[in-house]
Nanobody, 124 residues
């Protein structure tokens, strides 16, 4: 069982930056694949980016590629989402997700564990 707690959301002006954190409890964090999703009002939850366990390979949605960076600190059981050059279209609730195994997963149904989400609002 893994419990996830996101933090770091807030209000930022367009062009600004924010860093989200996701702290995980439980054992063997380094073996879990982690991902960030977001959900804007009236829209479906969408993939933002992912990072694999152990090796830490990453992948991103086209909409955030080059602006967002995912990293993880296995010693701290934490994954981060660094968001730069934020746009009003990035406004959403951001969720951290986790699953075991080795592979590439980009849909919400692929992930077993979820945080409660943190609100990111980008003003124009």
């Amino acid at each position: 069982q893994v419990q996830l707690v996101e933090s770091g959301g807030g209000l930022v002006q367009a062009g600004g930056s924010l860093t989200l954190s996701c702290a995980a409890s439980g054992r063997a964090f380094s073996g879990y694949a982690m991902a960030w999703f977001r959900q804007a009002p009236g829209k479906e939850r969408e993939f933002v980016g992912r990072i694999s366990g152990i090796i830490g390979s990453t992948g991103y949605a086209d909409s955030v590629k080059g602006r967002f960076t995912i990293s993880r600190d296995n010693a701290k059981n934490t994954v981060y989402l660094q968001m730069n050059s934020l746009k009003p279209g990035d406004t959403a609730i951001y969720y951290c997700a986790a699953r075991g195994g080795i592979g590439v997963w980009t849909t919400p149904a692929d992930y077993d564990y979820w945080g409660q989400g943190t609100q990111v609002t980008v003003s124009s």
